[in-house]
Each structure stands twice: as C-alpha cells, then as structure tokens.
C-alpha cells in the first residue's frame, strides 16, 4: 500500500520571556537619569562621564602673561622661563634708565610752560672788551638806551649769579636801542655764542641767531641750576669805521 508523503507544518513559534528590567541602585547618570552601579564610570545608558574630572582652578591675572602662562610641569622649561623672565626684567631696567633723563627733561619743560616767569638780576658782570662810555653793566639796567659797547667781534660778556637758579627764557635787545631810528646807528652782532654754567661745572652750549630788526628777542632756555651766562659776539653786521658792535639789553627770567 502506497504511502503518501507527509503535509509541511509550519514551525511553531517560540514563546520568548519578557525582558525584566534591571533594578539598579545607585548614582544617576547628568544627562539621562539613568541609575547606575557606582563603580561605574560611564552611564550604562548614554555613556557621560559619571565621575567628572574637576575643572582646574582659573589662573591669576599674572599668569596669563607670557612667559608666566603656561603651568609648570615637572619642572619642564623651568631654566628657560627664569632666563626669559630675568631678561625681560633686566631689559625693562635698562629702558627705565635711558629714558629717565628724557622723562625728567619733560616733566622739567612742562612746568616752564605752566609757571609764571619772573626776571633775575645778575649779581656781577663783566666784559672781555668796553668801548668808553658803554660798559656792560648797561645791558642790566632796564634802559633800552644804553647799551655795551664792543669794539670787534669775538667780544664776550660773563653774568654771574649769587644762588642757582632754573633759567627758562633769555629776552635779548639788539643794537643801540628799541628805538628804530637809533638801532642801526652801531654795529649788531647777528649771531651769539651762549655758554651756561651750571653750579656743579656743567656747561652747555648753544648758538642764538638774532633777526636784524629792533627789539626784544626770546630764546627759551630751561636749563636748571644756572650759575653763569657768558656771550659772545659773532657775525656782525652795519660794522664800519668809527662805528663799534652794540647789545642794549640782556634779560634772564626764572620760573616762579
């Protein structure tokens, strides 16, 4: 008797169990509240860092600032940076110095500008040469007409002062007189030879050139612990003969 083969049958299914939720006690996780074990270091979830590193603590201001920003490690560079460091220090001292002078020389002029000049007599003075009747005392005397009388150039006069004092401007009245019709009846020296001397010897010298024209003329000086001012006659001018090189007026002001 024939046997007939068998019907497929179709599996049947498995029948899986439901997954149980792990109960877990411990930290939750920052960012998704995930409970985790706490020897964990990672969320079993989302995997954000359960245990931070703390941030560190934010560098002074001082620090910023190279080469004092970058933190020493180790004693990593160490050599180098107190070498940077020393220099940087040493060039700054170095600067310091060299622009003291400057700096104190504007501080100085500063307080020219600022302050109220006021005239200073000279206690003595005295000529290398006087024409008779034109000493070189005329040029003290506030009189614009009297004046010193030199008889060539090369000429020089020296005023002397009793105490130091800042000089800050120099008032000079060329030729014979303010006066127009009397300032060319002379001879005028056109440039002068200012020598200063300062109460410690110090010396300074500086050439005035003077306009041809009646007069005073200011020459801003400030020069500080002035203790005598000598000039000297040069390149003169309406010299002919029977004629000498006059200089009215010589004026010092101080500051107040």
């Not at 079993?44 to 941030?55: H, N, Q, S, V």
């Not at 070498?83 to 220090?89: G, P, T």
């Not at 303010?178 to 009846?185: F, G, I, L, M, N």
């Amino acid at each position: 008797m024939a046997v007939q083969p068998a019907k497929p049958q179709a599996p049947r299914p498995v029948v899986r169990p439901a997954a149980v939720t792990e109960e877990v006690e411990g930290r939750p996780c920052p960012s998704c509240g995930t409970p985790n074990q706490p020897d964990r270091r990672f969320c079993r979830r989302c995997a954000t860092p359960l245990k931070p590193t703390a941030k560190a603590d934010p560098l002074p201001w001082w620090r910023t600032v190279w080469p004092f920003r970058r933190r020493v490690r180790a004693s990593s560079g160490r050599g180098v940076r107190l070498l940077v460091i020393l220099a940087v220090v040493l060039a700054l001292c170095a600067g310091a110095v060299l622009l003291l002078p400057a700096g104190r020389a504007l501080f100085e002029d500063t307080r020219d500008k600022l302050s109220d000049p006021k005239p200073v007599t000279p206690a003595r003075t005295r000529a290398s040469a006087e024409v008779p009747g034109h000493p070189a005392k005329n040029t003290t005397d506030g009189l614009a007409n009297r004046y010193w009388g030199a008889p060539a150039p090369g000429a020089s006069v020296t005023y002397t002062f009793d105490k130091p004092f800042r000089m800050v401007d120099l008032l000079i009245t060329n030729g014979a007189s303010k006066a127009p019709e009397e300032y060319a009846r002379e001879g005028r020296a056109l440039q002068i030879d200012l020598e200063v001397t300062t109460q410690d010897g110090k010396r300074y010298d500086k050439q005035l050139t003077l306009s041809d024209k009646p007069g005073s003329q200011p020459f801003p000086t400030g020069i500080s612990d002035v203790k005598t001012v000598r000039l000297v006659l040069r390149s003169v001018t309406g010299l002919a003969p029977g004629r000498h090189l006059a200089l009215a007026e010589v004026e010092f002001f101080q500051r107040s």
